[in-house]
């Protein structure tokens, strides 16, 4: 059973500057949904790993935090999938703390509990930031688009090699296509 890491802003959800703060503000990028749903339908297991400053800046509560993350696998559920397992980070840049993206503590994390090594998983993320921690233990890595991803393309630090999808949709399509 594969398993996938995905980060949660600009992934999975309408990403924002000003942060996500609220459920009403948790928005689902089109389709991201039904690929969770899809991949779990096909035995992947599913994971998060998300960076929630907000929290150590005091714009919401871990409360705030649990309520958003249920509204997100509520849906995902609705859709047939689940989500195995949600890793975050409460701390912010300052705080030097060792799970921050892209430090790799939360994606070991999740290795760990599902008894995976990082070249059996993949991680999808949509910034630099992202792919960084999974680079730093050899794990193969997607960018999407959506979110920052776009921006993180034009910048031009993205590896040549590291697979590039539209959104997460695309993706899944691709690892579906690939298991088939």
Known sequence: MPLIILDRDGVINQDSDNYIRTVAQWIAIPSSITAIANLSKAGYKIAIATNQSGIG??????????????????????????????????????????CRKPKPAMLLQILEKYQFRASDAWFVGDSLRDLEAAWAINMP??????????????????????????????????RLKERA
């Open 57 to 98: 800046r005091g714009y919401y509560t871990l409360d705030t935090l649990a309520a958003i993350h249920h509204k997100m696998t509520a849906l995902v559920a609705a859709a047939g999938g689940t989500i195995d397992h949600i890793a975050y980070c409460p701390h912010t840049p300052d705080d030097d703390c060792i």
């Open 141 to 174: 890595t997607a960018l999407v688009k959506t979110g920052k991803g776009q921006r993180s393309l034009d910048r031009g630090n993205i590896p040549a090699q590291t697979p590039v999808f539209a959104d997460l949709a695309s993706f899944s399509q691709q």
